[in-house]
């Protein structure tokens, strides 16, 4: 059986920013810092490892963690499998699927454990740590990309660890790097993003009752008002806003009306 | 006495170094399992169906579906006549009930379920939340037999005595009870095709699970255990409906549910495998409503990964191949590395003796399905197939039973398989042509039977299988005792087997004419009118029918020479 391949190529205009991979039909995850600068709702172009490209906009990002979640265009969802996620085992080997170019070498090596870990934006997360069998001095190019666990037997599938995100510097000249190399865990970087929260997952499944009335049962002049409540519902639940934000512009909205039914300005 | 005999903590202890490798402690483990069934306190402690339920899971990895049979027959005797002391012998059951069902044993689970639920009148508030598990189980065996009517009444049962449940103590216990109930009550509702009622269940299990929620936290095991029920019965509800975008929405779902589940505890996790068998079913049904083959595969793939995700790392199989050998001609049975492999139920016997008989072809998985379930199951069984396919594939090795887009397909080494020895043994004794060593060759083929073709085996497919087997098995007879006839094989032992073969058979008419022949070359054939008339009677009785003309022509014959 012949393991997935998951990891895609960002580009915008033209020009490659880095690597990254599916999570699933719909998400991909990346480094922050491999988007360079690019803002949230900016559109990416998603090179997929069977050279298809599809349409992508930034959902998310995480500056402390150095960690983006890129959103496939709707009608463009892929169906490539993804490998099952899984803890690492210390001692393990891993390697790395994605290289920048086909000229580069992929990376392997021993997962040397799974610690607690300062990013450089200044998030503590869960990461590991990993050292590298190839001595590059310079990993960047490999930011963003997947880290899989090799499986024990040659029938065994790999597993989905974790994210590359930062190298460590050399101790003794921090202007270099070390071939020790750190990752973000699957499950942090999970965490990290309200879409993969169980409880939002559940309104997705089956929203609360009171969202699934498809035609507002309030009076005809009210009915523009409550369609517009219920987009702000919608918009938190995916993520456009967030649900402070959400419950704010509601009690703006609701405020307005009772303006307008007063004497007051429009909503 | 409450502690736990220690004959239970020895059968255990050999159980788990025997599923490590040591096979010191498998040759011990029958002899321990004995003496705990003839153990006097083998249930007098309180709650014993875990412990049932452990050993028996134990057993069955390591390949002894017989000897965890054994057990569980004997707990139920012991707990339906004597309860446990202390515990409460429904709850007990309620395990056992549970172990059996995850056999693949429905039916027995069924039994069990139902000796749980008429052990008398509820005398605690806690007898309710036995009672709830009791009928919850019952429900999900029943809907397992595809009879959503008594199942709907046995989930509305539970609902009932959940209601009278205690509300004190753990309220996550109570709402993961509910969860389970509600559930079956949705699966109920949609395999009768109330669609309106699977919905409204739907909409009570979305509430309960995010009750959970506000209960434990988004990132307790159990709320994303909640989410994967929630979702796997919103996408089979909403395949059943038709509604494609509602179940790609499930399976969008079920796949981040189960990348989080391995991710946070690991993928040999109960939590991940159960995650990730819900993701294949989601998938599988998805795939199959749309006739996506390349999806199917993806989801056959997802069960394989289960099944051995399920599997302990220490269980490995040798590096070299081991030899794979396959019983048709009998019971049903596939050997492994000379150890038996553990079919957990007629299911997926009947899922081997289809693959076997078709062996080389890829069966689809239609096919597969009337094999196993017949034509009249209400709901259709796909989620049961690939998880029988995976356990087998996992037994069998995937280089054995292989996943094709359309189907599955066997792949079986010469000589593996009884059935195609037989006929390579019947081949060859054509070939030489009425010699002895074609009766030599015909007796081989012969004594690879080892009892009634797919022996056992329920259903309309094993019943037609058997037949063609059954009458091959009697054209071989027929065709050796003629070579036994024409190669003058003693007659006295000759008449003797026809004889006992004939009263076997007696609507066999070529048996008979053989018979007559023996009788009259042995010049005995004083008693070949009486067989006549003996067998004419027999034939018109039994078949209405009278005797062939090659058999009226020989009784003719020989009366002519008796009556010159």
């Known amino acids: 059986m012949t393991a997935p391949e998951y990891w895609v190529d960002l580009h915008r205009a033209g020009q490659r920013l880095g690597g990254g991979f599916l999570l699933n039909r719909t998400f991909v995850l990346t480094a922050l810092h491999c988007l360079r600068g690019l803002a949230l709702e900016d559109q990416v172009d998603i090179e997929l490892c069977d050279g298809e490209r599809v349409e992508g906009r930034i959902c998310r990002q995480d500056e402390k963690a150095d960690l983006a979640l890129v959103e496939i265009s709707a009608d463009q969802r892929v169906g490539l499998p993804v490998p099952a996620a899984d803890r690492a085992r210390d001692g393990g080997r891993w390697r790395g699927p994605y290289r920048p170019t086909t000229t580069d070498v992929h990376l392997s090596g021993l997962v040397s454990g799974t610690a607690h870990h300062l990013c450089v934006g200044g998030a503590t997360i869960e990461a590991l740590q990993l050292t590298a069998d190839q001595h590059l001095g310079d990993y960047s190019g490999y930011s963003g990309g997947p880290v899989e666990g090799v499986p024990d037997d040659r029938a065994g599938m790999p597993t989905m660890l974790g994210i590359l995100i930062e190298q460590t510097p050399d101790r003794a000249d921090p202007t270099r790097a070390a071939n020790v190399l750190i990752a973000a865990t699957i499950g942090e970087a999970m965490s990290r993003f309200d879409q993969f929260d169980v409880g939002h997952l559940i309104d997705v499944v089956r929203p609360p009752r009171s969202r699934q009335r498809k035609e507002p049962t309030a009076p005809a002049r009210y009915a523009d008002a409550e369609k517009l409540l219920l987009q702000f519902d919608d918009w938190a639940d995916r993520g456009l806003i967030d649900p402070v934000s959400a419950a704010e512009m509601k009690a703006e909205a609701v405020r307005r009306l009772i303006d307008r039914e007063l004497g007051g300005g429009d909503v | ?564």
């Open chain 2, 1 to 564: 006495m409450t502690e736990r005999p220690e004959a239970w903590d020895t059968a255990l202890c050999l159980a788990e170094q025997a599923r490590d490798g040591d096979t010191a402690a498998r040759d011990q483990l029958h002899d321990a399992v004995q003496r705990l069934c003839g153990d006097p306190e083998l249930l007098s402690y309180r709650d014993p169906g875990q412990t049932v339920a452990h050993l028996t899971g134990l057993l069955d990895d390591l390949g002894e579906p017989e000897i965890a049979q054994s057990l569980l027959r004997q707990c139920v005797s012991r707990l339906t006549a004597k309860g446990t002391d202390g515990g409460s012998p429904r709850a007990a059951l309620n395990h056992i009930a549970v172990a059996l069902a995850e056999r693949g044993q429905l039916p027995a689970a069924q039994r069990v379920s139902s000796t749980a639920a008429t052990l008398g009148r509820p005398s605690s508030r806690a007898d309710f939340t036995d009672l709830t598990i009791t009928f919850a189980n019952l429900a999900a065996v029943e809907l397992g037999l595809d009879d959503p009517e008594t199942a709907a009444r046995s989930a509305e049962r539970a609902a009932g005595f959940l209601r009278m449940s205690p509300v004190d103590g753990r309220p996550e216990a109570l709402l993961e009870l509910r969860l389970r109930v509600v559930s079956l009550l949705t699966a109920a509702a949609r395999a009768r095709n109330d669609h309106a009622k699977a919905d409204a269940h739907l909409d009570d299990l979305g509430d309960i699970a995010r009750a959970l929620v506000a209960e434990l936290g988004a990132e307790h095991p159990k709320s994303l255990s909640a989410l994967v029920t929630l979702a796997l019965a919103e996408c089979e509800s909403a395949t059943a409906a038709g509604d494609r975008e509602r179940s790609e929405r499930a399976v969008d779902v079920l796949l981040i549910a189960a990348q989080k589940a391995a991710a946070f505890a690991g993928r040999r996790h109960p939590l991940a495998v159960s995650a990730l068998a819900s993701l294949a079913a989601a998938e599988g049904l998805v795939a199959a409503g749309s006739g996506d083959g390349e999806r199917l595969t993806r989801a056959r793939a997802l069960m394989a990964a289960r099944v051995r995700a399920e599997s302990r790392p220490a269980v490995r199989h040798a590096a070299v191949p081991a030899p794979r050998t396959f019983s048709l001609l009998g019971p049903v049975r596939a050997r492994r590395d000379d150890r038996t492999v553990a079919l957990a139920s007629d299911r997926e016997r009947l899922l081997l003796a289809k693959l076997l008989l078709n062996a080389g072809r890829v069966v689809p998985t239609d096919e597969l399905m009337r094999a196993a379930w017949g034509d009249d199951f209400q709901v259709s069984p796909l989620r049961l197939l690939l998880f029988h396919m995976a356990r087998l594939q996992r037994d069998l090795g995937p280089d054995v039973l292989v996943n094709e887009p359309s189907g599955y397909l066997i792949r079986l080494t010469p000589g593996s398989l009884d059935l195609h020895e037989a006929r390579e043994l019947v081949e060859r004794s054509r070939r030489a042509q009425g010699s002895e060593q074609a009766r030599e060759l015909l007796n081989q083929a012969l004594a690879l039977w080892t009892g009634d073709p797919l022996a056992g085996l329920p259903g309309p497919y094993a019943r037609e299988q058997r037949a063609l087997l059954r009458a091959w098995h009697v054209d071989l007879v027929e065709a050796r005792l003629e070579l036994d006839l024409e190669l003058g094989r003693d007659h006295d032992e000759l008449i003797t087997e026809l004889a006992d073969r004939v009263a076997g058979n007696p609507q066999s008419q070529r048996l008979l004419e053989l018979l007559l022949a023996t009788l009259d070359r042995e010049a005995a054939s004083d008693e070949a009118p009486d067989r006549y008339a003996g067998a004419r009677r027999v034939l018109a009785d039994a078949l209405g029918v009278a005797p062939s003309a090659s058999l009226r022509d020989l009784a003719r014959r020989i009366h002519e020479e008796e009556t010159p």
